[in-house]
């Protein structure tokens, strides 16, 4: 029989004869299991944020686009075609030009990005999922799709052919202007539906068919800002990259849809992060309280611990028995804390108990991985503590 397993066990479900003792004991395991029971929650919520955050990115972004390594365009000759579709993985792919606009309208102006994209760009992205009222741009018309950002900062509404939106972009050249009425070139164009992404995205671009961008940039019919691909998710995601960049002549930068919002995702993880040290420092202090309660278990159960050393046991032995109670105590209490923390989640879930707004109830996610992590650190902070305190047994004590 493992003997110190055995009274740690006993010493960790049995009553103390001294009553501070046993309330010592009973705060110390309430704050690991709120300790546990918190940290998960918050795991869970900032799990669920970052999901809700990034959501656009799955109906907004492609799973690969190429750019151009130097300056704006790149070259699509039409041999280009074949080898792209030769290449076994890309479901569909999509022509982009993407520039920097003005909008004017009945005297109100907005900067935005014009993104002109071919008639393949619906099998890539799912339009269904971000057009909010309205219809799609119908291909070689003067129609555009903007989002609710500009509608509301442009007070305009779809089909207006009395009043079209004007849509200015600068002439490319060298030297100083001299002629401001010269310097742009313009082009009308009517509002035919309104999109809903978020609200960043919805004042940032309005969306044409890549003809009209082309015409109103004055690029040439080989030139375009980028390719977006939709790949097949059986396929390695490495593979097809390294078959994009064989196929091209040009330096080309590709990059997935994490890379395409690298900065958002270097903030969500890094707040992650943060949020999860200053929880596991709130965790520590709680386990202090484990530290004092098996130190005051130590010096309550003397004349038990002389005994047990007078009858042969060794004083590693001893101090192995307080080394479990601790590790037991901190072990059970985060399991009993996480088991609460998902119950708390799940019922977040289920009934939205939170909302962030009447209608919008405060994202949460049942992950895991966020399990794993919660057990690992309470399990691992309560060795520590446990070691720290079994090593108060010391022979002088025995004196």
Request: hydrophobic share 45%; no cysteine.
């Amino acid at each position: 029989m493992n003997f110190p397993l055995y009274i740690a066990k006993r010493y960790l479900f049995s009553k103390s004869s001294n009553n501070a003792i046993n309330i010592i004991t009973g705060i110390a395991a309430i704050g690991v299991i709120l300790g546990a029971m918190s940290l998960f929650i918050v795991l869970s919520g900032f799990s669920g944020l970052k999901d809700f955050s990034l959501q656009f990115t799955n109906v907004f972004d492609a799973d690969l686009k190429v750019y151009p390594a130097n300056g704006k365009t790149i070259s699509f000759q039409d041999n280009l075609d074949e080898k792209i579709n030769a290449v076994e993985g890309i479901i569909s792919y999509s022509k982009i030009i993407e520039e920097r606009i003005f909008l004017h309208y009945r005297g109100k102006n907005h900067i935005a990005y014009i993104k002109g994209v071919d008639a393949n760009y619906p099998k890539v992205n799912s339009i269904d999922s971000i057009l909010y009222f309205d219809n799609w741009f119908t291909p070689n018309k003067r129609e555009v799709v903007i989002g609710f950002g500009t509608v509301s900062k442009l007070s305009i509404g779809t089909y207006d052919y009395s009043n079209a939106l004007e849509i200015y972009v600068p002439k490319p050249g060298v030297g100083q202007i001299t002629d401001p009425s010269k310097a742009f070139t313009k082009q009308n164009a009517v509002v035919s539906g309104i999109y809903q992404v978020n609200e960043e995205l919805d004042s940032k671009y309005i969306f044409s068919d890549i003809n009209f961008a082309r015409s109103l940039l004055k690029l040439e019919e080989d030139k375009i800002s980028s390719i977006e691909f939709k790949l097949d998710p059986l396929v390695s995601e490495e593979s097809i990259r390294n078959q994009i960049s064989s196929i091209f002549s040009e330096d080309i930068i590709i990059k997935n849809r994490i890379q395409q919002n690298d900065a958002l995702f270097k903030m969500l993880n890094t707040e992650n992060l943060a949020v999860y040290l200053i929880f596991t420092l709130v965790l520590i202090i709680a386990l202090f309280n484990v530290i004092g309660s098996i130190i005051m278990m130590i010096l309550d159960k003397r004349k038990n611990i002389k005994t047990l050393f007078d009858l042969g046991s060794k004083i590693s032995e001893i101090r192995r028995i307080f080394f479990l109670q601790g590790v037991l105590m901190t072990t059970i209490g985060g399991f009993i804390g996480i088991l609460l923390g998902v119950i708390a989640v799940f019922l977040q879930l289920k009934f939205s108990f939170i909302k962030i707004t009447s209608s919008l109830p405060y994202p949460v996610k049942l992950s895991v991985i966020n399990i794993i992590v919660v057990f690992i650190t309470i399990t691992v902070l309560g060795i520590i503590a446990s070691k720290i305190a079994s090593s108060r047994v010391r022979e002088k004590l025995l004196a």
